[in-house]
């Protein structure tokens, strides 16, 4: 029988989405615990009776406008360019989130774990942009599965052939356009 050790691991070692998975945990539970003892006198001051009525105190993924969580809000467009740009804006506006947040607050309790998720997120812009990073700056080159996708694009061969052109240092404006004019696709 297989047993994993998972004591000597973190969140670090998770991949992003799986600790963007557990962020939303940590927040459910920051809620729970300070719905749990609601008196219906509070629930109706606070403004949290419309919530109730649907949901009583359970935690239910929603922003606070009150728009429900889909499916709708994750951006995938199958463009690595395009997608880690909305991967760089959607960990900008959690971090914006959690200073929203930290603005609202002063209990200890909510403030620790939300400052916790803000560096993450912090960490998780800068992935994200070392990725935009390195993909930028093999724009050109034949490894390059952005400019040409495999599967639609039949023939066509970026113009990139060593190393030392990847910078774009020796690929010709010339032969940027004889390879675009030979893809069955604008650009």
């Known amino acids: 029988m297989l047993v994993r050790d998972f004591t000597k691991r973190s969140i670090s070692d998770a991949s992003i989405g799986t600790e963007e998975l557990a962020h939303i945990e940590i927040v459910s539970t920051i809620l729970y615990q300070l719905t ?12 949290f ?18 728009m429900p969580f ?3 809000t994750l951006q995938s467009t199958g463009d690595v360019i395009a997608d880690l ?15 929203n947040i930290l603005r609202l607050t002063d209990d200890p309790d909510v403030r620790d774990p939300i400052k916790f998720l803000r ?10 942009a070392e990725a935009l990073g390195i993909t930028l700056e093999r724009a ?7 400019l040409t996708n495999l599967t639609f694009d039949k023939g066509c061969t970026p113009p990139c052939d060593t190393p030392q052109e990847t910078r774009g240092e020796s690929v010709s ?9 030979s893809c069955r696709r604008p650009f």
Do not use: W
Not at 36 to 47: A, L, V
Not at 173 to 181: E, G, K, M, N, P
């Open 36 to 47: 749990r003892n609601m008196t219906i006198d509070q629930i109706k001051e606070s403004g």
């Open 49 to 66: 009776d419309t919530y109730f009525v649907d949901h009583t105190a359970g935690v239910y993924p929603q922003a606070a406008s009150g």
């Open 70 to 72: 889909s499916a709708a």
């Open 85 to 99: 740009n909305e991967d760089l804006a959607a960990e900008q506006k959690a971090r914006l989130t959690y200073d």
């Open 119 to 128: 560096a993450r997120e912090i960490i998780h812009y800068q992935r994200f």
């Open 140 to 146: 050109d080159c034949k490894t390059n599965y952005y």
């Open 173 to 181: 404006d010339r032969r940027r356009q004889d390879y675009r004019s």
